[in-house]
């Protein structure tokens, strides 16, 4: 059936030729992602900036197409679009190289990640060619096969290689197999395009020989690069283990006579194990005057270890995610060295740590939460008032709860970044009434539950860190201390120091008698208002040095409502577009519009899933699916709707997705009173809706543009270009900054009013 | 000429084990003041937060010379240290005070990576009782390279201090890759016999991945116990690893009757047998100084 719109070359039956165009993009985004986040700490912002770049050189690639297409009509779009894949593939090999060799580039001693400013460059470097080509591939295939169809056949590919990649790959392959794998589906099916539409039998031959090139290079490139990344990263250590996990490459060094656990290229931990930590456990036992039953989320190793040694301990309950990094460390130490593992009193569990929790029927008497600081929307559920009213019914009449994981920011660094801190402090008294700071590194917060009535509280248990206390207890239940170090963490001046520093936010002055006592912010931290995270990401730049750390602390201090004053853009838009004459200024708005706020709804959802399911990568990647299915869902039923191509469709659509919005806002509301199950249909539900508004946005606006008497080449790249700078506004300014900021509601109810007001805007063009 | 004169960034009441200085006053606890700034680069600081910015990139506290010995003396403190960064750049501020708090009765140690020059260092030892030097290795390359200044001149100056006659211990972090040579160590521990004596105490520390270096596993126990091994062998009497508790090698053991005389757990006191600077056993003196 030909596409009546287009009137193109291709036919239906093709367009699945081009699907390979959203495999490889997905594939590329997945895998350069995390070879990125190897070089850097992977907070939020950088995430959002990974995401951001990305689209926005996706966006410049097809914009720059689309003047190419206008300027030189001769040229044979098919061939150049397989030409592209030529070179997408070298792209693609060069950033894994380059990204993996930028350690030895920037000779950086061992163990140091990349600064902010260099980490940023290699993004540049590494991203920048293969979205300029991804987006440019993009106008290129539409020009003949019809920019619809082709959107719609990418957004289909996109969905397998995700669903893939989420459920299977990932856990199988290493990244460059990955890439190999869907490069030569890439190259191959372009063959089939210049075979099909323009043939020439030295492009056939490059392609063929680029195919085979590939799948016979990719595992001397991944060896080589990972041999020069790790030689650079810990000369003289010798790679013992190494697996594919979902949640990043495991790779285990042997360095004398320890092994270094490696996920992603950031160390997890190290054995044997500190002695330090076996301190640190038992005196969060001792907090309590009966530890039988333990809970333990993370802590592999010593944690688990000290927890069964310790007097009195009936049963532990050890949750890990990640089933791949027992399974490659535990055979790797001697056997006296493991004999914990199969501790008849430990059950393991390799889940989510707080869908665990949810689940809990009997009560623990301990819950320890080795956690790591936290930088992401996924980590900072382990530091929000649901997780710990979650942990606090978890617990018994006197149990301990106990948060290993949050950093200090260094001496000097003034009480702005105390405060990240203090944020989570406050949250933990929502819940809590009690908190006590270990000064260990990073920081242990200790936190106890009121007594029920009935229920009798041995005084001698209060929460302390008097060493001599804690030793009185150790005797009293047999405890051997001779093997450890409680000094290490009972120091009375550090323990005032980070009490009163964790509690007021505040630098602590140990000569003054009177510390001061001034009224900070009252934040809290919670799922769906995550201050804590975009905190440390403040906290993780201005130790990276980079220095628009002022701009974004002036954005935490400015007022809410501030951004409401953005609110009469798209009127300022239909202004300037009368007064120029560009009556495609609006729709142009209109879409980059649609595409934020459906990215930034799509951020909330999984926001809201990760609270009330957890973190698991093949759930996370199935919802992403789900969107992009949307997205080919909406774009395909544009596609075949008769519609006049007007502005008017277009405000239909900007004042459906401020309907969506505004409905999600609703069901968000009420999500913790209704089943899980409920929740998920809804949340898929809600993913399906944004990709597929997304997915309208773009064929209509082309529509709309044309309509207007924009070329079709110019419309394609200048809509697509829009579509993808939204998602980078969506995902960077509005994921990243302004929704742990405003909070999910205000954020929400503004980009619900302002689709609305986009559309009000399009019907006053309209007329 | 210091920009931080009276901003220290860091304040802190400290055991005086922390510099590590396990010869002078066991059990005393120190003032510790710092301001930001060093006029080195190693690599693998584990204060770089502090040490490799300006004054003006840090939030300072204000503590005049004269403040810093009152209040020292208002919180019962006997013993003001210069460390965590390097006082070398804050020399003229961290003078004025130790002139005002030896005035008063008060005791300064330094903490320092001692690249300067002779002069400066023997003004300071008119007013310091006890330096804790880091050699933080003993290769000219790994020195250029890595810490960013010649090894001589530390040498020299580390001589200097000795030939002045106030108390000095050295400090050595070993970071995994980079100064973990045994050969060198070896190297290391002979030259400190010949030119400062069997006597002065060494101390081996742990590194610890912190921000800079976080992906660098800390040091084996093992790697620490053979340095300790070779500057036994080399015949060193007072040898001791910091950053690894409980060990062994955190206590004083007497160089003759191998008793323990002072046991430490880390950084704290846990007994302390001397008397009057002599071991109860078989009454050899132990060199340091035990008394105010």
Known sequence: ?767 | MTMAYGNPCIISIDPIEKLPLHHFLPGERTLSIATAGCNLRCLYCQNWQQSQVRPDQLRNYNLPPAEAVRKAKENGIKVIAYTYTEPVVFWEYAMDISERAKSEGLKNVVATALFMNREPIKEWCKVTDAFAVALKGFDEDFYLKVVGAPLKPVLDAIVTIKGEGVWLELVTLIVPTLNDNMKQIREMCLWIRRNLGAQVPVHFGRFVPEYKLRNLPRTPVTTLEQCRDIALDVGLQFVYLFNVAPHDANHTYCPKCKTPVIRRLGFKLTSNEIQRGICPKCKTRIPGIWQL
Not at chain 1, 36 to 58: N, R
Not at chain 1, 472 to 499: H, S, Y
Not at chain 1, 566 to 587: A, D, K, M, Q
Not at chain 1, 727 to 750: R, Y
Request: proline letters at 5%.
């Open chain 1, 1 to 767: 059936m030909q596409n009546s719109h287009s009137g193109h070359m291709a036919t239906v039956k093709s367009l699945w030729l081009f699907t390979s165009l959203g495999c490889v993009s997905q594939v590329c985004q997945v895998v350069l992602f995390r070879e990125l986040l190897t070089l850097a700490e992977g907070t939020e912002l950088t995430i959002a900036f990974i995401l951001g770049v990305w689209l926005v050189f996706t966006a410049l690639g097809s914009f720059a197409a689309s003047r190419f297409l206008s300027a030189h009509k001769g040229f044979s779009a098919p061939r150049i679009y397989a030409l592209l894949s030529l070179l997408l593939s070298a792209f693609a090999f060069f950033a894994i190289w380059f990204i993996r060799s930028s350690r030895v580039f920037l000779s950086l001693p061992p163990g140091e990640p990349l600064s902010a400013s260099q980490w940023l460059v290699v993004t540049f470097v590494a991203l920048s060619p293969i979205c300029f080509a991804v987006g440019a591939q993009f106008v290129f295939a539409a020009s003949f096969a019809g920019s619809a169809g082709v959107y719609i056949a990418e957004s289909f590919g996109a969905v397998i290689a995700g669903v893939l990649l989420s459920l299977l790959l990932l856990q199988f392959l290493d990244h460059t197999s990955l890439l190999a794998c869907s490069l030569s589906l890439h190259l191959l099916l372009s063959l089939w395009v210049v075979l099909k539409f323009r043939p020439n039998a030295s492009l056939s031959f490059a392609l063929s020989l680029a195919t085979a090139l590939i799948l016979v290079a990719s595992p001397f490139v991944e060896n080589f690069t990972q041999l020069r990344f790790w030689s650079s990263m810990l000369p003289s250590g010798k790679i013992v283990g190494s697996g594919n996990s979902v949640y990043g490459s495991v790779t285990v060094v042997r360095y004398s006579d320890q092994l270094s656990v490696y996920q992603s290229g950031h160390l997890l931990f190290t054995l044997p194990e500190q002695s330090e930590t076996a301190s640190l456990v038992h005196l969060i036992l001792l907090q309590h005057p009966r530890p039988n039953r333990i809970l333990l989320v993370g802590g592999f190793g010593g944690w688990v270890k000290a927890a069964l040694e310790h007097p009195k301990v009936v049963g532990v309950d050890w949750v890990e995610v990640d089933p791949t990094v027992p399974k490659i460390v535990l055979p790797l130490l001697p056997e006296k060295k493991r004999v914990w593992a199969f501790d008849p009193r430990l059950e393991i569990h390799f889940t989510d740590g707080r869908s665990f929790i949810r689940q809990v029927r009997r009560p623990y008497d301990v819950i320890i939460v080795v956690a790591s600081d936290p930088t992401t929307a996924a980590i900072n559920r382990f530091f929000t008032q649901e997780f710990f009213a979650e942990v606090a019914k978890s617990l018994s009449p006197v149990g301990v709860f106990a948060l290993h994981g949050l950093r200090e920011p260094p001496s000097g660094f003034g009480e702005f970044y105390l405060m990240r801190n203090n944020c989570v402090y406050r949250t933990l008294l929502t819940a809590f009434c009690e908190v006590l700071v270990v000064p260990s590194s990073p920081l242990t917060l200790l936190s106890r539950c009121p007594v029920s009535q009935g229920e009798q509280i041995d005084s001698q248990f209060n929460l302390t860190l008097h060493e001599h206390t804690l030793l009185q207890r150790a005797k009293g239940r047999g405890l051997d201390i001779g093997g450890l170090n409680l000094f290490a963490f009972t120091d009375p001046v550090q323990v005032e120091r980070v009490n009163y520093e964790v509690k007021t936010g505040l630098p602590f002055n140990p000569l003054e008698r009177e510390q001061k006592k001034v009224k900070r912010f009252k934040w809290l931290n919670s799922d769906m208002n995550p201050m804590v995270y975009f905190l440390s990401s403040l906290l993780w730049l201005r130790m990276g040095n980079l220095d628009i750390t002022g701009l974004l602390e002036a954005l935490l201090m400015t007022p809410r409502w501030v951004i409401w004053l953005l609110s009469p853009l798209p009127l300022i838009f239909w202004l300037l577009g009368r007064l120029s004459s560009r009556s495609w200024l609006v729709p142009i708005l209109t879409v980059t519009c649609i595409s934020s706020v459906g990215m930034l709804a799509e951020l909330t959802v999984l926001l809201l899933f990760q609270s009330r399911f957890g973190t698991l990568f093949q759930q996370v990647g199935l919802l992403f699916a789900l969107f992009m299915f949307g997205l080919a869902f909406g774009a395909l039923t544009i596609e075949r709707w008769r519609h006049d191509g007007s502005v008017l469709a277009l405000s239909a659509l900007a004042f459906a997705t401020g309907i969506a919005v505004f409905a999600w806002w609703c069901c968000s509301f009420v999500s913790a009173k209704v089943p899980s199950l409920l929740v998920a249909i809804v949340c898929g539900f809600f993913m399906v809706v944004f990709g597929g508004l997304v997915g309208a946005a773009f064929p209509l606006t082309v529509w709309v543009l044309k309509h207007l008497g924009v070329e079709m080449n110019r419309a394609t790249g200048l809509v697509y270009s829009c579509d993808l700078l939204g998602g980078a506004i969506g995902a960077f300014l509005l994921g990243a900054v302004l929704l742990p900021l405003l909070g999910t509601s205000n954020l929400l109810w503004f980009c619900s009013a302002f689709c609305l007001l986009t559309a009000l805007t399009c019907r006053l063009q309209g007329r």
